[in-house]
């Protein structure tokens, strides 16, 4: 017997007057699958969770959630779906546990000590009794999961989860995540970053212009990714940039820092082996720009991924760091 999927769209178009949010969109998450949902600001993420949540209908297209239609009045169900959309909202002036409480009330179906769970879960159970308006944006964020996780979700829709964390709790939801996964969970994970998802998913869906422009496997992606990007700093940098240009894998230049930096899309574990051959010593290879990060460059720009057009991203990348 083929598996139900968690989540299975066909064809899904949504329309706000001139403009198509979102265009012809098939997704499929099954349970257990942790996939990511990337795009730029403005592809058409956001609408396509409100499309899943039954918070907007579909122009076009049919979505059901585990073998169920969703999208008419009369038979919208959202039992086992948790998540949200944007950034989660509080009862400010009340304690996240409060908060937490009154959720529950008003969903039902929570079982006694599942407040104090998902607190733990989240790793807000020394604060669930702080008010709301003294949370910083992460911890917001986290009360916006725990809250999600109440009713134990079969399906877990987040948008932007990481948004306001420290990279200490990306780590933390990355490893809750894993672990809800482990338990048969699917989740979906919308983000404009993928480096802030790379390490979490199993799948990953990419969105321009509210059309899918890449769909599979985490390891597809992977090996399909034109090159990286690294930062380099060496004993004798003139002769580390001569050396490159014996590297067509390779492409060095001086960047206006005078940093070297490196487009890589092959052999750099040999170029460094040459600079040792040369001694020429590496004092610092640096990743900056990851081979996921370059292809979804690649898939959501509208400039081919040369190694230059990968050398004014690390630009851009250096500058944030």
């Known amino acids: 017997m083929t598996p139900v999927a968690a989540v299975r769209a066909k064809g899904l178009v949504k329309r706000f007057e001139t403009t198509c949010a979102v265009d012809g969109v098939d997704l499929t998450v099954q349970e257990g699958e942790v996939r990511g949902l990337l795009g730029p ?23 059901e959630l585990f073998g169920h239609p969703l999208g008419t ?13 944007e950034e989660p909202t509080f009862y400010p002036y009340l304690s996240g546990r409060v908060n937490l409480e009154l959720f529950a009330e008003l969903d039902g179906g929570v079982t006694a ?22 949370y910083s944006t992460g911890m917001r964020q986290r009360l916006g999961i725990a809250a999600a996780l109440l009713r134990s979700p079969r399906l877990l829709l987040l948008d932007e989860p990481t948004s306001g964390l420290d990279p200490a709790g990306a780590r933390d939801m990355a490893r809750l995540v894993r672990r809800l996964a482990a338990g048969g969970t699917a989740v979906l994970l919308s983000s404009h970053l993928i480096g802030d998802l790379e390490n979490v998913c ?10 899918v422009v890449w769909d599979g496997s985490a390891q597809q992606l992977r090996e399909q990714a034109p090159g990286s990007a690294y930062r380099l700093a060496t004993s004798d940098d003139a002769r580390a940039l001569e050396i490159a240009e014996q590297h067509p894998g390779v492409h060095a230049s001086r960047a206006p820092s005078g940093e070297l930096r490196l487009a890589v899309t092959d052999g750099v ?9 040369a001694d020429i010593a590496v004092r610092r290879l640096e990743l900056v720009v990851s081979p996921l990060e370059s292809m979804f460059f690649a898939l959501t720009s509208d400039v081919e991924l040369d190694p230059d057009a990968l050398g004014d991203l690390i630009e851009a990348a250096l500058a944030q760091t």
């Open 202 to 211: 199993d799948s990953f869906t990419v969105l321009r212009r509210g059309e």
């Open 269 to 277: 574990d040999d170029y460094v082996l040459d600079l040792g051959r």
């Open 73 to 85: 009045a009369e038979a919208v169900n959202l039992d086992g779906v948790a998540g949200f959309v």
């Open 41 to 63: 600001n403005g592809a058409g993420k956001t609408t396509l969770l409100r499309l899943l949540f039954g918070l907007v209908a579909p122009d076009q297209g049919q979505i």
């Open 113 to 134: 000590g599942r407040v104090g769970e998902v607190l733990e879960m989240v790793g807000l159970a020394g604060r669930g009794e702080d008010r709301v308006n003294g």
